[in-house]
């Protein structure tokens, strides 16, 4: 029983420029608190890789990824929508976050590690079949899911998606696929916007949250709405678009989440997976207070370690 922590320096080349929310410091955040929580000693750390053209082309057209190598600029930054910032080393970076993910989702399927944490950037769930939004570019998460069942021949891939925005990109690319169920919980009404409605899709859950909503409802939001459909779908694998932009402290959405709540999700699936014996992967999403992120975030990781480093952690 081992967790792996998936990390690539590649993303350093995705220059966001002043002022944007999504840049490297968050992943040097996170291993900072990680380190100095003593987290990171139970981890084992694995350098990521990129990806392979195939498997990003489960997910996204082939004109969408040539478009974005068409435009990448050789010097200083374009928009590629009206957040998501583009510089010279942006697609290295993407191709690196799925690469990672695809990599830690074969070695889970290995028997490497019982659960692994990917920490990608740029992040992923925005993503839709041909159009980056919202930070990202490739769906990570979704790229995994098809690979997992494409090529590892999975028949039943659970998607738990918290962050605070829905999950827009994975619900694009993988509604009405029997093979996957789509869990996801978010500030409605809120961005992106283009909400995808449950009752319009036959694998999606939606947990909707208020503005200013607590870990109180969060929690039985997912005990209520995801417990029951997790049970039913019996998954052979979790996939986990781990957000931690519902913290009270994020500035990009308006929940009030807390670290504690982090930790309980963690435990939540940890036990889930546990007791039936289900690999699990999380891949980092949003997150944008820094302190806030690399705290939520080290709960979450001490909960995939289970009891040793849980005990640690709240000592
Ligand atoms: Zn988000």
């Not at 209520?224 to 913290?247: N, T, Y």
Request: with cysteine; hydrophobic share 40%.
């Amino acid at each position: 029983m081992s967790t792996g922590y998936y990390a690539f320096h590649q993303h350093f080349g995705h220059d966001t420029g002043e002022d944007h929310p999504e840049h490297a410091c968050r992943i040097l955040a996170l291993e900072q608190i990680l380190k100095k929580s003593g987290v990171w000693d139970h981890l084992t750390i694995h350098e990521g890789q990129a990806a392979h053209l195939p498997d990003i082309l489960r997910a996204h057209s082939k004109a969408y990824v040539d478009e974005l190598h068409l435009i990448q600029p050789e010097q200083g930054h374009i928009m590629v929508d009206e957040d998501t910032t583009m510089s010279s080393g942006s697609l290295e970076a993407a191709l690196y976050s799925v690469g990672t993910t695809t990599q830690a989702l074969d070695d889970l399927l290995k028997n490497v590690h019982h659960n692994a944490f990917a920490a990608t950037r740029p992040p992923g769930h925005h993503a839709e079949r041909s159009k980056s939004m919202g930070f990202c570019f490739f769906n990570n998460t979704a790229v995994a899911a098809l690979r997992a069942a494409d090529v590892h021949h999975l028949q039943r891939i659970a998607i738990l998606d918290f962050d605070a925005h829905q999950g827009n990109g994975t619900i694009d690319i993988l509604q009405n696929d029997q093979r996957f169920l789509l869990l996801s919980s978010f500030q409605h009404p809120f961005y992106p916007y283009t909400h995808f409605e449950q009752n319009k899709y036959t694998n999606l859950v939606n947990v909707h949250l208020s503005q200013g909503a607590t870990g109180t409802e969060f929690r039985q939001g997912i005990e209520e709405h995801w417990a029951p459909a997790l049970k039913r779908f019996a998954p052979e694998l979790i996939l986990v678009s781990a957000g931690f932009d519902a913290h009270k402290d994020d500035p990009m959405a308006e929940l009030n989440l807390e670290e504690q709540d982090f930790a309980w999700i963690g435990q939540w699936i940890a036990r889930y997976c546990q007791s039936r014996n289900i690999p699990w992967l999380a891949i980092l999403e949003g997150g944008y207070d820094l302190n806030a992120l690399a705290r939520s975030a080290t709960l979450f990781i001490a909960a995939m370690l289970e009891k040793q480093a849980i005990q640690q952690t709240s000592a």
